[in-house]
């Protein structure tokens, strides 16, 4: 059964850093590009990042809305994706999912909240 | 960035009636390999989105009949053909065939 779990989420204060872990299970994790998806409260569903399979030489893409200060990297070893996020804003505050794949993501972690507050 | 427009983006409907949502895309969504990635999700209250359609009109394991996708270049539609108490929750469509990804603003289906 594919499964993602993402973890780390929590309450931290503005500027400070805070890194998600997003662990697969039940396909071959180093095959499939991660993205993630993140949806502040009450609102809609934003594009944040994605990593792409060591075939495409695992590279990084950002929403501009977090370019310079999140990035994504991945250990293929032990089928888990992270997020790292810098200079958080409150903006920020929002449920982050990884998921399986880019153009059709198809399996979705349940979400970690973060949430941004003095 | 490519926009997706969705509507209605609230759609009060009856049990056994069927509904229809639209999505509209600022740019053509097909790609140099010829397909054409736009998906729907359906996202129930506190639940993770699932998807149900990819690739315009291909439904996922699972997914009711009563579900169907359908459209071409910029314009979709999602169909539930006889809508149930289950459906209710927000739908979105989603694009992934241009850098970055981009979902609709969401349409909100209620039991009437």
């Known amino acids: 059964e594919v499964q993602l779990v993402e973890s780390g989420g929590g309450l931290v204060q503005p500027g400070r850093s805070l890194r998600l872990s997003c662990t697969a299970s039940?396909?071959?994790?180093?095959?499939?590009?991660v993205t993630w998806v993140r949806q502040a409260p009450g609102k809609g569903l934003e594009w944040v990042g994605i990593i792409r399979s060591k075939t495409y030489s695992g590279t990084t893409e950002y929403a501009a809305s977090v370019k310079g200060r999140f990035s994504i990297s991945r250990d293929d070893s032990r089928s888990i994706a992270y997020l790292q996020m810098n200079s958080l804003k409150t903006e920020d505050t929002a449920v982050y999912y990884c998921?399986?794949?880019?153009?059709?993501?198809?399996?979705w972690g349940q979400g970690t909240l973060v949430t941004v507050s003095s | 960035d490519v926009v997706m427009t969705q509507s209605p983006l609230s759609l009060p409907v009856i049990l056994g009636q069927p509904a229809s949502i639209s999505c509209r895309s600022s740019?053509?969504?097909?790609?140099?390999?010829?397909?054409?990635?736009l998906n729907w999700f359906h996202q129930r209250p506190g639940q993770s989105p699932r998807r149900l359609i990819y690739k315009v009109s291909n439904r996922d394991s699972g997914v009711p009949d009563r579900f169907s996708g359908s459209g071409s270049g910029t314009d979709f539609t999602l169909k539930i053909s006889r809508v149930e108490a289950e459906d209710v929750g927000v739908y979105y469509c989603?694009?992934?065939?241009?850098?970055?990804?981009?979902f609709g603003q969401g349409t909100k289906v209620e039991i009437k």
């Open positions: 998921t399986r794949g880019r153009r059709e993501p198809d399996y």
């Open positions: 989603m694009q992934g065939t241009h850098w970055p990804g981009a």
């Open positions: 039940g396909f071959s994790f180093g095959d499939y590009t």
């Open positions: 740019q053509s969504l097909v790609y140099s390999d010829g397909n054409t990635y």
